[in-house]
């Protein structure tokens, strides 16, 4: 193994200016392949907005017309430490002597790997943008000893968070020989407010068996001066910061700030959220598990309402804007006959509406399920209940109840109409979903996602957020997992093969079709 290589930084060009990178990327790499770019690692180097780029790259043909060459590279880089600190030195990574990676092929990630966004592309297409592939470097950018890094959890509740916090201490210390951890308590505001806790892989060993966060967390209370006050005056070098959209959002502020200050300071995200609603990446850790306890609501509700003449069973499930909690434990489940989210509008009354479909269901079966995303409906909601717009310490859409809603509307209807009688029955499992351990899948991907995280930290990336895009895990600029939410889009084939599974309406009128 090279142990003296010099820092691969210092190879760099100077930093590029959007419009030079674009060019540069379509005119002097459009026509080789990226292994002949040793370089093209380290840029650009500043986190460069994708479509911009994307506009000013054209398809180029090769010399061989019939192949059309990978043109329209976009490598959406992560900073670096070395960004505002150029003179900061590395070091040969510890991984090198550990016994864990001793037999491994490649222990490091070639510089120029790199994870494609997307990877159902056509003959011509451009190679589109890719993110760099997460994973250990051969150099660091701090000596073990020197590390103290944090850990801090914001936002909701959501199964697995604990694994992580485990992993990420028991990543430091084993693999890097770090041995100075610090827990924040109780979210971004326990920066300045509360003690920290010192956590070592003892302590974290069995935290994983438990639901939770076992460092508490916090909505609001992000001021980013004083955390960063704080960072420096603990002298702090690493922060690892787990939690969803709003806390990703107040980790790209916190390295701003870092960046600004010239600080020394690794700050990686790990992506949060019960949801799923986290853009880019494939999915959130704790909502396979989540999906999977839903089954037993769901299941409970079957149980009921088909012990009864015409029971009609309604789950509420998570999912404040994005329905894939919802969505995904219907498609799980065989028992249930209509699943509602909020990207999908419905109407009660009428032809084609839900209380027909209820009436025909309970015909042709004597029982029916609805499961519904917190989210959806809720303009109807807001339409019957006057309310006032009560919002979280986040600044978060406090939601109406529409489990509660929709249960009075088909009792009222039912008992209006008086053509048959109905038997319902409302189950709200949210907070017991949320708050269970991580299962098996959830708890490797968290180890995953702790692992990268560290490893980018080590190897002096900061600003990023880690997370699998299409299976492979990646370093994603902050910006990019915030400037959207990811929600079910249901004008594509999975809500398509939900309503194939459930067989219920779509409830769209002519024209919704049209718009969509
Ligand atoms: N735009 C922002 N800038 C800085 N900090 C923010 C921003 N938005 C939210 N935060 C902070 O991030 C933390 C968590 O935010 P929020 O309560 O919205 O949860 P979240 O991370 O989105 O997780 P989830 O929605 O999955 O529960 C809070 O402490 C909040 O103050
Ligand atoms: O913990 P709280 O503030 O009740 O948050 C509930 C919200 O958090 C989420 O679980 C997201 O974390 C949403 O699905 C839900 O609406
Ligand atoms: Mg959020």
Do not use: Y
């Given at each position: 193994m090279d142990h003296s290589l010099s820092s691969p930084l210092s190879k760099l060009p100077p930093p590029l200016s959007l419009s030079e990178t674009s060019s540069i990327l379509y005119s002097r790499y459009s026509l080789r392949p990226l292994s002949n770019f040793p370089n093209l690692n380290f840029k650009p180097r500043t986190s460069i907005r994708k479509p911009l780029l994307l506009r000013h790259i054209q398809p180029v043909r090769a010399q061989n017309p019939d192949q059309t060459i990978n043109d329209g590279f976009v490598l959406e880089d992560v900073p670096h430490l070395t960004t505002f600190l150029p003179d900061l030195p590395s070091y040969p990574n510890p991984l090198q002597r550990s016994q864990a990676y001793a037999?491994?092929?490649?222990?490091f990630v070639r510089p120029e790997d790199v994870v494609a966004e997307k990877i159902v592309v056509q003959k011509n297409s451009p190679r589109g943008v890719h993110f760099r592939r997460a994973g250990p470097r051969e150099r660091v950018y701090f000596k073990s000893e020197e590390v103290r890094a944090c850990i801090v959890t914001c936002g909701g509740l959501c199964p697995g968070i604990n694994t992580v916090i485990r992993e990420i201490v028991c990543g430091l210390n084993y693999m890097y020989g770090v041995d100075n951890i610090l827990g924040i308590e109780g979210g971004y505001r326990g920066f300045y407010s509360k003690n920290t806790m010192q956590l070592t892989p003892k302590v974290v060993n069995d935290i994983h068996k438990r639901g939770g966060t076992f460092l508490q967390t916090s909505r609001g209370g992000h001021d980013t001066s004083k955390i960063v006050d704080n960072i420096h005056d603990r002298g702090i070098n690493q922060v690892y910061i787990i939690g969803g959209d709003g806390t990703q959002k107040g980790a790209a502020a916190i390295y701003k700030e870092v960046a600004k200050r010239g600080l020394q300071v690794a700050v990686a995200g790990i992506p949060k959220t019960i949801d799923n609603d986290i853009a880019v990446i494939d999915k959130s850790f704790g909502f396979d598990t989540a999906v999977e306890e839903a089954q037993r609501a769901i299941n409970a509700a079957h149980v009921e309402v088909e012990s009864v003449e015409n029971g009609v069973g309604i789950v509420k499930l998570m999912g404040r804007y994005s329905g894939f909690i919802a969505m995904f434990a219907t498609l799980a489940s065989?028992?249930?006959?209509c699943c509602l989210i909020p990207e999908s509008p419905f109407y009660l009354e009428g032809q084609g509406g839900l209380f027909e479909f209820i009436g025909q269901r309970l015909k042709e079966n004597g029982h029916m399920v609805i499961v519904l995303a917190e989210g959806a409906g809720q303009e109807f909601v807001s339409q019957s209940m006057h309310p006032v717009d009560e919002k979280d310490a986040s600044g978060n859409r406090l939601l109406l109840d529409v489990g509660l809603w929709l249960t009075q509307k088909i009792k009222d209807h039912f008992t209006n109409d008086r053509t048959m009688a109905i038997n319902l029955k409302y189950i709200d499992p949210t907070y017991m979903i949320r708050a269970i351990p991580s299962n098996a899948s959830d708890n490797i991907y968290c180890t995953l996602l702790a692992q990268s995280a560290v490893h980018g930290a080590m190897a002096g990336y900061t600003g990023f957020t880690v997370g699998p895009v299409n299976s492979r895990h990646a370093y994603i600029p902050i910006s990019r997992v915030t400037e959207t939410q990811n929600v079910v889009k249901v004008t594509d084939r999975m809500w398509a093969r939900l309503l194939a599974s459930t067989n219920q309406p779509s409830f769209l009128r002519n024209e919704e079709m049209e718009k969509a």
């Open positions: 037999i491994v092929k490649e222990t065989r028992d249930v006959d």
